[in-house]
């Protein structure tokens, strides 16, 4: 039984406080009120709507969007604020030696701090369902909108707190406070002007999304690709409450994360990509390009892994021999390869799928590699440099920064066409928007530099490794 | 019964070795004082019991369960006061401590009588229906122990309990301990204010640069360090010839005379002592003081600090 939750038990304690809960309340009736007068009023005396039906239907979108806010919106600030709380509070030790699972802490959190937001947004269901049957409309479409509701709330809220697990201890509530009280403030005028583009929203209905050769109302297809995120999500939660000190993703959680968004986007992308749109193509491999890059930040192994996997590599090997390929074995280095190489193979699949000339698509995948290899390796600056300089973070930053961004400022400077070309949002670009073939040489050169930057950090990368090794020995 | 069995045990963060292949061994009922500067490595390991930090490598079993494993159960049997610590302000106290009754799985039924039960331990009755914002800091940190007492934990981990307190919130502090200790519960508690621990710990662990420098019963250790029992002797007059008397005493060394009080060194046994006091008192001497002085974790501390 949910309710049974210690957590969710020490919430209603502190959130449902009948002085607190009622002033909740009137403010909610209130919203609800105003959105029912100016709607009343426009149909009443500036026939905006018609007749009784579109009315009604017109303030079921609005409530539709209300319902939004106040799920995926309010919701989320909740969720995420959870953690946050108890570091700040300093309870945060106590919060992690309840002897509760993972998932009882997760559903604690999730529906204790928001039981608020579920009490308004039941509520608000309630209403959804009578001016959905007032206003004629589709059971079916009810339903949809209701799946979409229920998995976006589940994603959003799942978000917010695994995003706030690892937490600031810094009080800075002030932004979400002021976010609330705009939001409230704001929230009639802006359902008004949702309510007129209510007929505009109707258009979703009809939308039919592809989902490689599978058919569906868009809106099914958004909850379903929203729950399979979740899913994701809430692992992430189960594993932060479990293994706080371990990266978000284990090495195979990683792989199959990296392999399932490929199996959703490629899902996505099947219809444009069996057109042969090059376009399609390429964005296709720039927005599956995204978690190869991200997913590295999320699973890779800290020094003290490190100091661990050298001891136990010192432990298998005899003195004499060379530990770095081995340590290399279990670096992240070798580690992110692998994520690139799985958004290779899709990479390789499109280009057969729309045709595209191999060749040329396969001097791009390894310019793109080039790129990555880079930033991948600044990467595993930071991990084995941390415990040296806590400044490195901030001196990375700035290298990242100016590599993304200086071949743009000079292309803005010189105007030589191929300039941006060596920024990796600029070859993005090019692929994107650019039908103009820069030639090999151009290619090559790109590729080279690229090659060329990452000779610093793989010596120095690798004089840590040396280092790692020779320090464990000593220990 | 061992309680608890520590297995070489380490813990890194980054190139710091915060505990260094400890081990350790907690017999139901001791009371374990941990002693050492800041740095040593108390925290760390009292973090590692309470299934908080993972070690970097070695073995931990608690009440027979595996650390790495079965930390979810240990949890049940444990109660953990860290140093910085507060507890939910926007609750009262009887809610808070309802909450976590109902989190260590307490039966509901008898939920109510434990919450009365424990403030009556920690002797904030009469503040039950108090917001815990308006506690001040003594009665927060009697009422962390309480949080702990609420599922009868059969292990207690306190870390500094008695830092930031006032002398007034430290004895209620201590006396709230002390009944614990009575009462049979096993304890390890931290701190590198001595007093605090003295005469409450069985045994002690002095951790520096996370090691155990040493560890013991807090008599095995003062025999150990000191070797011999320090005496108090105060007569009225006659002090040169009561020095001499003592002299002539075998194993002794006078170590202070002063305003007729000398304090010897000796290596005796208690029957040796009373025959001391007998010959004193028999050559004519107006003893009126007659005692040992117990070292208590202060000098043990200075002194093994001093040696490492």
Redesign the interface.
């Known amino acids: 039984m949910i309710l049974n939750n210690?957590?969710i038990?020490?919430y209603r304690?502190?959130l449902m406080r009948p002085r607190q809960f009622w002033v909740s309340i009137t403010i909610y009736i209130g919203i609800i009120a105003l959105i029912l007068f100016i709607n009343y009023t426009a149909y009443q005396y500036q026939e905006w709507f018609g007749n009784q039906t579109r009315f009604l239907k017109g303030i079921y979108y609005q409530f539709l969007i209300l319902q939004l806010i106040v799920l995926c919106i309010l919701g989320a600030i909740n969720s995420s604020s959870a953690i946050k709380d108890e570091v700040t509070?300093?309870?945060y030790?106590?919060f992690?030696?309840?002897?509760?699972?993972a998932g009882k802490k997760a559903v604690g959190i999730l529906v204790g701090k928001n039981l608020v937001v579920l009490l308004m947004a039941a509520v608000n269901f309630i209403l959804l369902i009578i001016l959905g049957i007032l206003g004629r409309m589709d059971p079916a479409l009810l339903g949809h909108y209701f799946l979409v509701l229920i998995s976006l709330a589940v994603f959003t809220n799942s978000i917010a707190l695994l995003a706030s697990i690892k937490p600031v201890t810094t009080k800075k509530k002030t932004h979400i406070v002021t976010f609330i009280i705009l939001g409230f403030i704001f929230a009639p005028f802006l359902l008004s002007v949702f309510g007129i583009a209510a007929r505009k929203i109707n258009v979703l209905e009809n939308v039919i999304a592809k989902f490689y050769t599978i058919e569906l109302p868009i809106l099914i297809l958004i909850s379903l690709i929203a729950l399979y995120f979740s899913c994701w999500s809430i692992k992430g939660i189960l594993r932060r409450f479990t293994?706080e000190?371990e990266p978000l993703f284990t090495r195979m959680g990683a792989y199959l994360f990296m392999l399932g968004f490929e199996v959703v986007l490629f899902g996505l992308f099947y219809a444009y990509l069996k057109d042969g749109a090059r376009d399609a193509n390429y964005w296709y491999w720039l927005i599956s390009l995204l978690p190869a890059l991200l997913v590295p930040i999320w699973s890779c192994h800290s020094?003290?892994k490190y100091?661990?996997h050298s001891?136990l590599i010192r432990i298998k090997s005899t003195a004499n021999k060379n530990l770095i390929p081995r340590m290399l074995l279990h670096s992240n280095v070798l580690f992110d390869f692998g994520l690139f190489a799985i958004w290779s193979v899709g990479s390789v699949l499109t280009i057969f799928l729309t045709g595209q000339e191999l060749l040329r698509d396969l001097y791009n995948i390894i310019i793109l590699f080039s790129f990555y290899l880079f930033l991948i390796l600044l990467l595993e600056l930071h991990v084995v440099y941390?415990?040296v300089t806590n400044k490195i973070g901030l001196l990375l930053s700035f290298i990242i920064i100016v590599y993304l961004i200086l071949p743009l400022i000079l292309f803005g400077i010189v105007e030589s066409e191929g300039v941006y070309m060596y920024s990796l949002p600029g070859f993005a670009y090019r692929l994107l928007f650019n039908d103009a073939d820069p030639g090999v040489s151009t290619l090559s050169f790109i590729w080279l530099v690229n090659v060329a930057l990452c000779i610093i950090p793989i010596i120095l990368i690798r004089t840590r490794y040396k280092h790692i090794l020779a320090?464990r020995s000593k220990? | 019964m061992e309680i608890l069995e520590i297995n070489k045990i380490r813990k890194?963060?980054?190139?710091v070795?915060a505990v260094n292949d400890i081990s350790l061994s907690v017999e139901q009922g001791q009371v374990l004082g941990l002693i050492g500067p800041n740095g040593a490595g108390k925290t760390t390991l009292l973090r590692i019991l309470?299934?908080?930090?993972?070690p970097?490598?070695g073995s931990v079993r608690l009440l027979g369960y595996d650390l790495a494993k079965e930390y979810?159960?240990i949890?049940?049997h444990i109660g953990?006061l860290?140093d910085?610590?507060?507890?939910?302000?926007?609750?009262?106290l009887r809610?808070c401590l309802?909450?976590?009754a109902?989190?260590?799985?307490v039966e509901n039924t008898i939920i109510p009588k434990r919450v009365d039960e424990v403030l009556d331990y920690i002797e904030l009755q009469n503040k039950r229906d108090d917001f815990i914002r308006h506690l001040s800091r003594g009665m927060v940190q009697r009422m962390g122990v309480g949080?702990l007492l609420v599922h009868d934990p059969d292990v207690f981990l306190l870390d500094e309990p008695a830092s930031g307190l006032d002398p007034k919130a430290r004895i209620q502090l201590r006396a709230v301990l002390k009944k614990l200790s009575s009462e049979g519960k096993t304890i390890i508690i931290s701190s590198h204010i001595l007093t605090e621990l003295s005469g409450f710990c069985t045994h002690i662990a002095l951790m520096n640069k996370g090691n155990i420098v040493l560890q013991g019963a807090v008599d095995d250790i003062q025999k150990q360090v000191f070797g011999s029992k320090k005496i108090c002797i105060s007569v009225l007059d006659n002090c040169d010839e009561a020095v001499e008397i003592i002299k002539e005493f075998p194993n002794t060394k006078i170590e202070t005379v002063k305003d007729n009080k000398i304090t010897v060194e000796i290596n005796a046994e208690e029957l040796e002592l009373a025959a001391l006091n007998s010959n004193l008192v028999a050559k004519g001497l107006k003893v009126f003081s007659f005692c040992e002085d117990k070292t208590d974790l202060e000098d043990l501390f200075m002194k093994i600090s001093a040696e490492g």
């Open positions: 210690p957590l038990r020490r304690y502190s509070g300093k309870s030790d106590f992690r030696m309840l002897p509760l699972s293994r000190d020094f003290e100091l661990e001891g941390k415990p320090a220990m | 890194e963060f980054g190139t070795v309470a299934t908080i930090l993972r970097t490598n979810l159960a949890r049940k953990f860290p910085f610590f507060n507890l939910y302000n926007d609750l009262t809610e309802e909450f976590f109902k989190a260590y799985k949080v």
